[in-house]
């Protein structure tokens, strides 16, 4: 959506907060995917700064943060963008934080691999890491079970994440094994 509004509307990253994951996307239209993001690590109870920067409509914007991230506390950057999508790439050459990319079906995509492409094939030196596509709720859980390599509190929560996710994988088996496929099907 064109917005003649000058971009000071947008936070800049210089007003971002203390946060320790930055979620950044290349467009508005990645929200609907990268809100996923937003709601694991709401989920798991950590804050994030979440914002729009385009490798390609605003690189200054883009260079700004990448440059300073680091120093203003951010410890993991999550970045998605859909078709050529650079931002995850550019963000990662430019800083020393590891960036954990979401590849997105947008609307300019070819079937998504444009996107994931952009994002996996990264030259050596330079690694993002790459989730599946639109899959922005992995990166939540990457970017904490990043912080929490170093902090026990926060992989703890990842722990009873874990068990509360076998659990419910568990209501299912029993439930199938009980009443058979057949029966299952049709509840
Ligand atoms: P619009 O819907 O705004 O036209 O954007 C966005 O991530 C989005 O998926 C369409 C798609 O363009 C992507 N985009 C990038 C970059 N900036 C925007 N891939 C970038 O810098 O990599």
Do not use: C
Not at 132 to 157: D, E, S, V, W, Y
Request: avoid cysteine; proline fraction near 6%.
């Amino acid at each position: 959506m064109y917005n003649s509004q000058p971009v000071t509307r947008n936070p800049q990253p210089e007003n971002m907060s203390q946060a320790k994951i930055a979620i950044i996307m290349g467009s508005d239209s990645d929200l609907p995917i990268m809100r996923q993001a937003a709601d694991v690590l709401k989920e798991l109870e950590l804050d994030f700064d979440l914002t729009i920067i385009s490798a390609h409509r605003t690189p200054e914007r883009m260079f700004e943060f990448a440059k300073k991230a680091h120093k203003k506390g951010v410890k993991v950057i999550i970045a998605g963008a859909g078709g050529a999508a650079h931002l995850p790439g550019m963000v990662a050459s430019l800083s020393p934080l590891p960036v954990i990319g979401v590849p997105i079906k947008s609307s300019n995509s070819i079937d998504g691999w444009d996107s994931i492409l952009s994002i996996l094939q990264m030259p050596n030196g330079v690694p993002v890491a790459t989730v599946a596509l639109n899959a922005a709720k992995n990166a939540g859980i990457l970017a904490a079970q990043i912080l929490g390599a170093g902090n026990k509190t926060i992989q703890n929560r990842l722990v009873v994440y874990k068990r509360q996710m076998a659990e419910g994988v568990a209501v299912k088996y029993e439930k199938l094994e009980a009443i058979g496929y057949e029966k299952y099907k049709k509840e």
